[in-house]
């Protein structure tokens, strides 16, 4: 069994921190979990909780977080200075109860007294983004009693949508009970099926501000030309590149939380500024995000996105580049993966990238 803490960093709300449980927090975990009301809604918690449950399961949450199974972790708020706990949030990987899907289960509870402030709906919430961003799941599932409307509306409010009805076995009430399902995705959860442009993303000129007109160029634009639209959408310029290293693997980072599309993994690069080339934004990119140093003659163009999202329709220009300068690192702290073409398709990558892969793959 595990006897140090597991690394984990914890995760911060206004109010609230999720971090893995303590054994100093047995004595108050028992105390809110052994309470009727609270565990009647709880599938897998037997009532009377008996007091050294707790400690024992303090211990396996532990180990499952090393183990990368579940992340069963303490809500803590702060009252008049001090800490205390107000409840506990857990995702249990689908494939950690032998079921298929990248998918993850989520649970929750929240002391009697904390009832009624939102505790579970800002805890269960930070938790799902921060797992959509950082596992490999597409999805989270959750059940909640019939006769719990309460559990229904923090499921509803965090993103998941109804997915059924069921039976569950709970342990505080003796037996099968059922149970309405709910499961939501990236784009309910994190309210991103289509990333927004920046507001200050006006579709940006593809070339240096106002050059000299030459002899036959085309006349220039009217004043009040409207900004380029394809489809009736803006479109939204950003270059991004495909870092071959000398195994012939790719670079591919995973866009981290907070950003639209957390946790896909993508080429990396980023939105082309007004009066930039893609050119120089991937110059200035790779320096911001990967800290590295490339120059323009090393980017190759390779090909292009064109995708129409919800919002935008995106140009992306996909440049190869196989000399750099410094050692790539994730400087935003992105997750970062060197991926045999062959494998790319392994990775969950935003619906733009799709046929750049299976162009990568034939060419690399
Ligand atoms: N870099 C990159 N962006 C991609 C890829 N595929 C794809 O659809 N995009 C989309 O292109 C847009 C890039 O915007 P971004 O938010 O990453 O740009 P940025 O680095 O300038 O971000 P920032 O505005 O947070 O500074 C996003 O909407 C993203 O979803 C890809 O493979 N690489």
Not at 265 to 288: D, H, Q, S
Request: hydrophobic share 45%.
């Amino acid at each position: 069994m595990t006897s140090a803490p597991p690394d984990f960093a914890p995760l911060r709300t206004e109010r609230l921190t999720l971090r893995p449980l303590r054994p100093g927090d047995a004595a108050a975990l028992h105390r809110l979990v052994n309470d009727w009301e609270v565990a009647k809604t709880l599938a897998r918690v037997p009532f009377p909780y008996p007091r050294a449950l707790a400690d024992t399961w303090i211990a396996s949450t532990w180990a499952q977080i090393e183990a990368g199974e579940a992340w069963h972790l303490a809500v803590i708020g702060e009252e008049g200075g001090a800490e205390h706990l107000v409840g506990c949030v857990g995702l249990t990987l689908a494939r950690a109860r032998g079921r298929d899907g990248r998918t993850a289960e989520l649970g929750y509870w929240v002391g009697r007294r904390f009832w009624g402030h939102g505790v579970a709906t800002e805890a269960a919430g930070r938790l799902c983004r921060w797992a959509l961003a950082n596992l490999d799941i597409a999805a989270i599932r959750a059940s909640a009693l019939k006769d719990n409307p309460r559990s229904q509306a923090v499921l509803a409010r965090i993103g998941l949508r109804p997915a059924g009805e069921g039976v569950q076995t709970f342990l505080s009430r003796g037996g099968p009970m059922p149970v309405l399902l709910f499961e939501g995705g990236r784009e309910e959860i994190t309210g991103d099926a289509a990333p927004p442009p920046l507001a200050d993303a006006a579709p940006p000129p593809l070339a240096d501000a106002a050059p000299p007109p030459a002899a036959d160029a085309a006349p220039p634009p009217a004043a009040d030309a409207a900004p380029p639209s394809l489809g009736g959408k803006p479109v939204l310029l950003v270059a991004a590149v495909a870092l071959v290293d000398a195994d012939g693997r790719v670079l591919l980072a995973r866009r981290p939380e907070g950003k639209p599309l957390a946790g896909l993994w993508e080429f990396p690069g980023g939105k082309v500024k007004p009066g930039e080339t893609p050119e120089a934004a991937l110059i200035r990119e790779l320096k911001e995000e990967l800290d590295i140093d490339v120059s323009a003659a090393c980017l190759g163009p390779f090909t292009f996105a064109s995708h129409t999202y919800e919002k935008f329709h995106l140009l992306m220009p996909l440049y190869l580049c196989r000399r750099w300068q410094g050692e790539v690192r994730g400087v935003e702290g992105q997750a970062l993966a060197w991926v045999r073409p062959q494998k790319l398709g392994g990775y969950a990558m935003p619906p733009a990238d799709k046929p750049l892969v299976a162009m990568l793959r034939d060419f690399l």
